[in-house]
């Protein structure tokens, strides 16, 4: 008998929360470029000046460099911001739509068709 290891998928809903956007400012503190999605771990200063360390996840990393992103563009230390949705345990946890850098580039770091509020509407910003 072979063991195997299988990679679980989720849609958006099962692990996200359309009625929680977030907007998240900070820089990059680490970046796995693993399969089936990417993270960026993004440190975002709170009101009281705290600090937080958010696990920001993307889409694939192939979707991501099709897109124009890659390990030479994500990288540690460059300012961000994020628009996307936090989990629904409340956790410091988010599903990333757009990524903007200090320069005004913009790209949509999500993937199709998982159900999230911004693939049924193209017009959010």
């Given at each position: 008998m072979m063991g195997m290891q299988a990679v679980a998928h989720h849609a958006f809903s099962a692990e996200f929360d359309p009625n929680r956007p977030?907007?998240?400012r900070g820089p990059i503190v680490r970046v796995e470029w693993v399969n089936p999605h990417t993270w960026i771990?993004?440190?975002?200063?709170?009101?009281?000046?705290?600090?937080?360390?958010?696990?920001?996840?993307?889409?694939?990393p192939n979707t991501l460099l099709r897109r124009g992103l890659s390990r030479d563009t994500i990288i540690p230390g460059t300012n961000i911001v994020v628009d996307g949705y936090q989990s629904k345990d409340r956790s410091a946890r988010a599903n990333g739509r757009d990524?903007?850098?200090?320069d005004g580039r913009k790209f949509f770091m999500g993937s199709s068709g998982t159900g999230a509020p911004y693939d049924q509407d193209q017009s959010r910003n």
């Open positions: 977030v907007l998240l771990h993004l440190e975002v200063t709170n009101d009281d000046g705290s600090k937080t360390t958010w696990m920001v996840e993307g889409g694939t990524i903007t850098f200090e």
